[in-house]
């Protein structure tokens, strides 16, 4: 199957500062990806939909001015927790779906996760 | 709208039976549906897409089904082992417009037993 990427898996930072993720398709083009956060035993939430050439569409309650969503190219989407606290812990996980010939066929392909400790 | 859930939300079984695993929605218009599995800590693993045309679809051990009139699919498990114990997760799309983010059970935790 596809292959998504995600950089870096693991992040400690101080509070305050700010932190980039990267998803990367690898091996095919994705105009849509997705950015979910989860915490412990919990289930994925959605936080926002990243669009390639245009702005990202955020999920209710997920603030946009702390969480900076870029899609700089095709393959590439970039989470950025700005002024990060210690509550924004959690396990940070992208998505990408892979469409085939037709909707029908679209498979998402999910990153293996960055996990953030704010201290 | 699409909602999703599934049935049980876990389950502990011993090594070698066969299992299935429920997942309901309730916008039969669905164009697929897609079983992921999910290890501690990890990322999500895509196991099976079914097709909407499809009535099943399966993978080594593995075989998922699927009926839209009903709103239904199942996972099924064959002779299970240890390494199967997993989150499970189905997930469906939202079927609307040009939107194609997902809607997600929250899952069945699954532990098999040696």
């Known amino acids: 199957g596809a292959v998504v990427s995600q950089h870096p898996s693991r992040v400690i930072c101080k509070s305050g500062t700010s932190v980039k993720i990267e998803c990367r398709s690898l091996d095919f083009q994705a105009t849509t990806m997705f950015w979910y956060r989860q915490f412990p035993k919990q289930s994925l939430m959605l936080m926002a939909t990243?669009?390639?050439?245009?702005?990202?569409?955020?999920e209710q309650g997920v603030e946009k001015d702390k969480f900076l969503i870029n899609h700089a190219s095709l393959t590439l989407s970039t989470l950025t927790v700005t002024s990060a606290h210690p509550e924004d812990s959690s396990f940070y996980i992208c998505?990408?779906?892979?469409?085939?010939?037709?909707?029908?066929?679209?498979?998402?392909?999910f990153g293996p996760g960055t996990r953030l400790l704010v201290l | 709208k699409q909602e999703v859930t599934q049935i049980p939300a876990a389950l502990s079984v011993p090594e070698g039976e066969n299992l299935v695993l429920n997942c309901s929605f309730t916008d039969s218009a669905i164009y697929n549906l897609q079983w992921f599995r999910q290890d501690p800590g990890k990322g999500l693993t895509s196991l099976l897409l079914?097709?909407?045309s499809q009535r099943e679809q399966t993978s080594g051990r593995l075989n998922a089904s699927l009926d839209k009139s009903s709103g239904r699919s199942t996972l099924y498990i064959a002779a299970s082992q240890p390494g199967d114990s997993a989150t499970y997760l189905c997930a469906g799309p939202l079927n609307a417009g040009n939107n194609r983010k997902l809607i997600w059970g929250l899952g069945t935790s699954l532990a098999v037993n040696p």
């Open positions: 079914i097709q909407s």
């Open positions: 990243s669009n390639e050439g245009s702005k990202a569409t955020y």
């Open positions: 998505s990408a779906p892979d469409r085939g010939i037709n909707r029908a066929q679209e498979t998402q392909y």
